[in-house]
T-cell receptor, first 113, second 116 residues
Framework: QQQVKQSPQSLIVQKGGISIINCAYE??????FPWYQQFPGKGPALLIA???DVSEKKEGRFTISFNKSAKQFSLHIMDSQPGDSATYFC????????????WGLGTSLAVNP | GAVVSQHPSWVICKSGTSVKIECRSL??????MFWYRQFPKQSLMLMAT?????????EQGVEKDKFLINHASLTLSTLTVTSAHPEDSSFYIC????????????FGNGTRLTVT
């Protein structure tokens, strides 16, 4: 059973548009929700993360929206650029120093010039 | 800051040989490191949790005798793929987090292993 469900599997957006990727989770004990960006042949890089005590976090063109009651969180990429073309993973974990991430299956984003 | 260095970035080996992959946290100490495996166009699969000074914790279905993990210091963990076979060919990625507070997980750039 997939504890973190990510959609869509792939996404095509025009340059300048908004990319939206959604994730839903099951376990209400999750208390940390990061988004990672991965380029081909590279390891994932932390993009932005949120904890459940806030509903939104913005860093530059990237925003996480968090809906605790719906157990959903989403990544919005404003003014999408071709350089944003990558695979994006949402994840979730439960507190503790040995925090193990539960991963979504990823979204392949292509931004057309 | 928070750089994780993984070496080598790619390796080709023959069936039956062993390959060692190193993961170093360059500017922070990491009591815990994680080893992942990733197949093409798929998500990351956690293989094991590496704990400094103690035995690694393996995920269900991962052969601990095939994938040997050693976490000898607070900045170095190694994964050795023993008696490699073509089905072990994959992208292996390590990650680490600082021991301090609520710190995020940082990843190395992965190792592409091809077993011929």
């Amino acid at each position: 059973q997939q504890q973190v469900k990510q959609s869509p599997q792939s996404l095509i957006v025009q340059k300048g548009g908004i990319s939206i990727i959604n994730c839903a989770y099951e376990n209400t004990a999750f208390d940390y929700f990061p988004w990672y960006q991965q380029f081909p042949g590279k390891g994932p890089a932390l993009l932005i993360a949120i904890r459940p005590d806030v509903s939104e976090k913005k860093e530059g063109r990237f925003t996480i929206s968090f809906n605790k009651s719906a157990k959903q969180f989403s990544l919005h990429i404003m003014d999408s650029q071709p350089g944003d073309s990558a695979t994006y993973f949402c994840a979730a974990s439960i507190g503790g120093n040995n925090r193990k991430l539960i991963w979504g299956l990823g979204t392949s984003l292509a931004v057309n010039p | 800051g928070a750089v994780v260095s993984q070496h080598p970035s790619w390796v080709i080996c023959k069936s039956g040989t062993s390959v060692k992959i190193e993961c170093r946290s360059l500017d922070f100490q990491a009591t815990t490191m994680f080893w992942y495996r990733q197949f093409p166009k798929q998500s990351l699969m956690l293989m094991a949790t590496s704990n400094e000074g103690s035995k690694a914790t393996y995920e269900q279905g991962v052969e601990k005798d095939k994938f040997l993990i050693n976490h000898a210091s607070l900045t170095l963990s190694t994964l050795t793929v023993t008696s490699a076979h073509p089905e072990d060919s994959s992208f292996y990625i390590c990650s680490a987090r600082s021991n301090r507070g609520f710190s995020p997980l940082h990843f190395g750039n992965g190792t592409r292993l091809t077993v011929t």
